[in-house]
């Protein structure tokens, strides 16, 4: 009996280790976290099972982005026409789920440092005046 559940663990993760291949394949560089495209490549090919538990926990998006093969995604792209899009071919007025991520965090970096200056001028005139 161990015999088989060992072998459904293996399998198990087998069939992980496929599908985090594929899935740092085809996930958009722009969106994946902590290190390059390449080197969670590597790190699930060579550690197997280790890497990929890691790049579901540290590596896999946190928002949700198309993947490169969209077949939508590419027709809109060939054709200049967009999908949801009027027949006009305009853009819609929703940003691109990545662009809006980066702008939100470049606007939380940005009220960041205007919070520490604040402190950092607090701290000098407390000092001052001391």
């Known amino acids: 009996m161990p015999d088989i559940v060992g072998a459904a663990v293996a399998i198990g993760f087998l069939f992980l280790w496929l599908y985090c291949i594929y899935d ?37 998006p946190r928002v949700w982005a198309r993947r490169a093969h969209d077949p939508a995604r590419r027709a809109a792209h060939q054709s200049g026409r967009y999908p949801d899009t009027p027949s006009s071919g305009v853009r819609p007025s929703q940003p691109n789920p990545i662009v809006q991520y980066r702008e939100d965090q470049a606007r939380l970096r940005l009220r960041e ?18």
């Open 24 to 60: 740092v394949i085809t996930t958009d560089s722009t969106i994946i976290q902590h290190l390059p495209k390449v080197v969670w490549l590597l790190i699930v090919v060579l550690l197997s099972d280790i890497g990929s538990l890691l790049w579901l926990a540290l590596g896999h």
């Open 113 to 130: 440092e205007q919070l520490n200056r604040r402190e950092a001028e607090l701290r000098r005139r407390e000092l001052g005046e001391s």
